[in-house]
Every structure is written in C-alpha cells, then in structure tokens.
T-cell receptor, first 111, second 117 residues
Framework: GIQVEQSPPDLILQEGANSTLRCNFSDSVNNLQWFHQNPWGQLINLFYIPSGTKQNGRLSATTVATERYSLLYISSSQTTDSGVYFCAVRRWNFGNEKLTFGTGTRLTIIP | GAVVSQHPSRVICKSGTSVKIECRSLDFQATTMFWYRQFPKQSLMLMATSNEGSKATYEQGVEKDKFLINHASLTLSTLTVTSAHPEDSSFYIC?????????????FGPGTRLTVL
C-alpha cells in the first residue's frame, strides 16, 4: 500500500513563531487532506488539497503532486494551534475512497 | 461545513458485553462512511469501509464478526463491538464521505472512547 510519512514528528515552538510541516507520500494521489486533531480527539478539516496552493487565515498549504509531497505552513502560532496534525491521501485510480493517514506531527505552542 | 456526529462520546463497559456506536452525517447524505481506530499517540488506522445498503469492507486483520457494521441509511452507520474485551479499549472515530464528481472529502465525527474493564 501507499506509505505516508510526516516530518518532524514533534515540534515545540514559542507563541508567535512560524512552522512548516511536511507530508511525503510514495504513490500518485488524487486526494490529500490536512487535519488538526485537537486535545479532545476531534479531527478538524484544514485543507482539501490534491494539488496547488490554498490559504486560510494564518494557515496555508501547498501540494506538489508530481514530486509527491505536501507542506502545511502555520504563521504567528497561537497556543490553540497545539495538537497533532495529520495528512491523509487517497491513491490515484483506486475505486474506493479510503484515506491512508500519515504518521502525524505533534505541535506544542508554548506561551 | 459538513457535520458528522458520533454517539456515545465515552463508554465504559464490562468484559463480555457488546457496545454499539452510532455515526450520523447531519447535513449531507453519505453513501460511504468509514470506521477508524486510534491508539494513544498513534495515527488513525482504517478498520472498515461502510457502504449504504451493502456489506462493509474490512481491512486486513480486522475481525468482521467482532466489529459488526451496519449502514442502514444514507446518514447513519453503526459499529457494534461484540463481546468486548480489555484489548478492544481504544478511541473509535467515524467519517463520512462527501462526494461531488471527482471531489471527495471526508469529514470526521468527534470519536468514541471505549474502556472495557
């Protein structure tokens, strides 16, 4: 199956700092989503981004499908950004819609 | 945005009992729903794909007689953990797939924390 690796696994930053999270995948995909899992376990949809660049407030994401990676940028971090960030992908041309999740990046923002 | 609910949010039961978890898409119809399991400090692992009106598709290593899935309508899927044992204690999360042409995005419920004593 497809392999999805995220880096770094852990990241500790001061409030106000910027960060870049990376997601590498081993095969062509036609769906890529970024999620934030809050401390209560809820997964919040951040981006649906199989290719290209999107921005939403302090967050932006870029997927370079031909090179099989995606980046999530967080600017001016706030303590509420703490949690685990997952990317998840769907393989190209697979009949089903299932996602394969990455290993996650645990982000801790210190006041 | 698309909202998915899950009930109950937390359940504690004795070993040997069965537990049913409900997953509902509140503002859209979902022909496909998914059930995941997550252990502490780990990623989500897909257990099964639930299709409305047909049998669920289980991932390799997931016991279908242990984890019964029913997708009776376009807005409701249920997961029943039968004869639960302590090793079944985990965080169970469902998702519902919103599809329009080639666009396909999954939205997740808040999860159910199962503790088997």
């Amino acid at each position: 199956g497809i392999q999805v690796e995220q880096s770094p696994p852990d990241l500790i930053l001061q409030e106000g700092a910027n960060s870049t999270l990376r997601c590498n995948f081993s095969d062509s995909v036609n769906n890529l989503q970024w999620f934030h899992q809050n401390p209560w376990g809820q997964l919040i949809n951040l981006f649906y981004i199989p290719s290209g660049t999107k921005q939403n407030g302090r967050l932006s994401a870029t997927t370079v499908a031909t090179e099989r990676y995606s980046l999530l940028y967080i600017s001016s971090s706030q303590t509420t950004d703490s949690g685990v960030y997952f990317c998840a992908v769907r393989r190209w041309n697979f009949g089903n819609e299932k996602l394969t999740f990455g290993t996650g990046t645990r982000l801790t923002i210190i006041p | 945005g698309a909202v998915v609910s899950q009930h109950p949010s937390r359940v504690i039961c004795k070993s040997g009992t069965s537990v049913k978890i409900e997953c509902r898409s509140l503002d859209f119809q979902a022909t496909t729903m998914f059930w995941y399991r997550q252990f502490p400090k780990q990623s989500l692992m897909l257990m099964a794909t639930s299709n409305e009106g047909s049998k669920a598709t289980y991932e390799q290593g997931v016991e279908k007689d242990k984890f019964l899935i029913n997708h009776a309508s376009l807005t409701l899927s249920t997961l029943t953990v039968t004869s639960a044992h302590p090793e079944d204690s985990s965080f169970y999360i469902c998702s519902a797939s919103w599809t329009s042409g080639s666009y396909n995005e999954q939205f997740f419920g808040p999860g159910t924390r199962l503790t088997v004593l």
